[in-house]
T-cell receptor, first 115, second 115 residues
C-alpha cells in the first residue's frame, strides 16, 4: 500500500528565510508527484507537478525535486513571505498497484511565515 | 490553466433534506473525478472515485446510498447528500484529472451545514 509521509508536520519561520518541505513515499512506481497548498477553508491549489521521468520543476520562488528511486521529493521555498502561510500537501499518483487513478496524499505541512 | 468549478461554495440545509453539489471541469475532459471530505484541521478523506459513464467506487465506510455520485459526462460530476443530518456537516471538495500523466485539479470546496 502506498504511503506518503510529510515532514515536518508544522513549521514556523521568520519572513525572508528559505525553507524545505519534505515528502516521502513507499512505492516508487509512480506516474507523477504534485505539490499543493491549501488555505484554511479553501480548496487545494496546484503548485508544481513533477512527472516520474523528471528530476525537478520550478515556478517562481518554488522549486520541487523528485528522487523516485529513493521515494523522496522536496519543495523548496525561497525568500518566504507571510502570504506563503498555508498547509502544503504532497500527492503521489500511482504506485500501490492501483493504477494511474490512485492518488495518495500526505497529511501536509502547516507553514507559518512570521512577518 | 485548467480549472475545476465547484458549486455551491456554501450551503445550509435542514435536517432530512438532500443537497446536490456540482463539480465541473471547465477546459479539459475529466476522465476521473474524486470526492473528498475534510473535517476541521484534518487532512482530506477520500470518499469515492468516479469515472465517466460508470458507477462510482466508494471507500470503505462511506455509505453509497447516503452519498450519491453521478458522473454523467466528461466535464460534470455531482455529489448528492441524501437525507442530510447534522453529522454530515463538513467541507466537501472535488477534484478532477485527465489521462494518466495529467495533473490533478481541485474545486474550491463546499461548506455544508445541516441544521
Amino acid at each position: 500500500k502506498q504511503e506518503v509521509t510529510q515532514i515536518p508536520a508544522a513549521l514556523s519561520v521568520p519572513e525572508g528565510e528559505n525553507l524545505v518541505l519534505n515528502c516521502s513515499f513507499t512505492d516508487s512506481a509512480i506516474y507523477n508527484l504534485q505539490w499543493f497548498r491549501q488555505d484554511p477553508g479553501k480548496g487545494l491549489t496546484s503548485l508544481l507537478l513533477i512527472q516520474s521521468s523528471q528530476r525537478e520543476q520550478t515556478s517562481g520562488r518554488l522549486n520541487a525535486s523528485l528522487d523516485k528511486s529513493s521515494g523522496r521529493s522536496t519543495l523548496y521555498i525561497a525568500a518566504s513571505q507571510p502570504g506563503d502561510s498555508a498547509t502544503y500537501l504532497c500527492a503521489v499518483r500511482g504506485g500501490d498497484s492501483g493504477g494511474y487513478q490512485k492518488v495518495t496524499f500526505g497529511i501536509g505541512t502547516k507553514l507559518q511565515v512570521i512577518p | 490553466g485548467a480549472v475545476v468549478s465547484q458549486h455551491p461554495s456554501r450551503v445550509i440545509c435542514k435536517s432530512g433534506t438532500s443537497v446536490k453539489i456540482e463539480c465541473r471541469s471547465l477546459d479539459f475532459q475529466a476522465t476521473t473525478m474524486f470526492w473528498y471530505r475534510q473535517f476541521p484541521k484534518q487532512s482530506l478523506m477520500l470518499m469515492a472515485t468516479s469515472n465517466e459513464g460508470s458507477k462510482a467506487t466508494y471507500e470503505q465506510g462511506v455509505e453509497k446510498d447516503k452519498f450519491l455520485i453521478n458522473h454523467a459526462s466528461l466535464t460534470l460530476s455531482t455529489l448528492t447528500v441524501t437525507s442530510a443530518h447534522p453529522e454530515d456537516s463538513s467541507f466537501y471538495i472535488c477534484s478532477a484529472m485527465g489521462p494518466q500523466y495529467s495533473p490533478l485539479h481541485f474545486g474550491n470546496g463546499t461548506r455544508l451545514t445541516v441544521t
